[in-house]
């Protein structure tokens, strides 16, 4: 996958020498620590160290440290943004007051055609990033995020404390969490391509862990309902009618 992603990440239409790319691997993953230092140069690889939770949030608060840049973004190893979309995150910031704090992209598959399961997973997220992201964007309620393709304010990620280290869909969490701290999320007309699971069993993991996590959410948000209500959508509506409209197509 390396060497694909890294591929994809030099092709985006953006300054190379205004890029800080970074590499999350965990410590103890020789293999792929050679894979990405044989991928010539560009990149920094962080080593995550090797202690609990072995998760991506964690690794991902782990490398916030050493961001450098005003906005980031997370991509997945499989991952294949279209290569203006830097270029459209930082318009849709540069358009709106400091409350967008996060823009996400849309997400769509690069193996749809290659069985019926990859063709239902394309459905599915038909659905939710055609569908129904948009339609809470334009709503302007808290929308749970995709786990890839968010782009953030660096600084404020940084006041939030970061992820959950602890949540299994840490992208859902921080919407919510982002929403309830006063701040705002909006969708960006920029697709990434990621790879869909081909086979029963890698598709029951990854299913079985964003139904554990969107449950894991609803708890931990769900502690203080009378809080949440409080915080909840007349104030979400008011501070997203404040603020600038979302770039659209």
């Not at 690889?45 to 961001?67: C, E, M, S, W």
């Not at 997220?125 to 782009?151: I, K």
Request: net charge positive; proline share 6%.
């Amino acid at each position: 996958m390396l060497p694909r992603l890294l591929q994809a990440l030099r092709a985006l239409d953006y300054p190379a020498q205004r890029l800080d790319i970074k590499l999350v691997l965990e410590a103890d993953d020789d293999e792929t620590i050679a894979a990405a230092q044989a991928c010539g140069e560009g990149f920094e690889i962080i080593r995550v160290p090797d202690h609990g939770p072995r998760t991506k949030p964690k690794a991902a608060n782990y490398a916030l440290q050493f961001a450098r840049g005003e906005y980031l973004v997370i991509f997945d190893a499989e991952d294949r943004p279209e290569s203006d979309q830097l270029l459209k995150a930082v318009a849709a910031f540069r358009a709106a007051p400091r409350q967008l704090a996060c823009v996400q992209a849309r997400l769509n598959l690069y193996n749809t055609d290659h069985n019926w399961m990859t063709r239902m997973f394309a459905l599915d997220y038909a659905q939710w990033f055609d569908m129904l992201l948009p339609g809470l964007d334009r709503f302007g309620v808290p929308m749970p995020l995709g786990g890839t393709s968010n782009h953030f304010r660096t600084q404020v990620l940084r006041d939030i404390g970061g992820w959950d280290a602890f949540n299994v869909t840490e992208d859902a969490d921080i919407g919510i969490r982002l929403a309830q701290l006063g701040y705002c999320v909006s969708m960006i007309p920029s697709t990434t391509y990621e790879e869909a699971p081909a086979s029963l069993g890698p598709w029951l993991r990854q299913r079985s862990r964003w139904l554990k996590g969107h449950m894991q959410t609803w708890l931990v948000h769900m502690r203080d309902p009378v809080g949440l209500w409080r915080r909840g959508p007349g104030s979400w509506r008011n501070r997203r009618s404040s603020s600038a409209a979302p770039v659209r197509k």
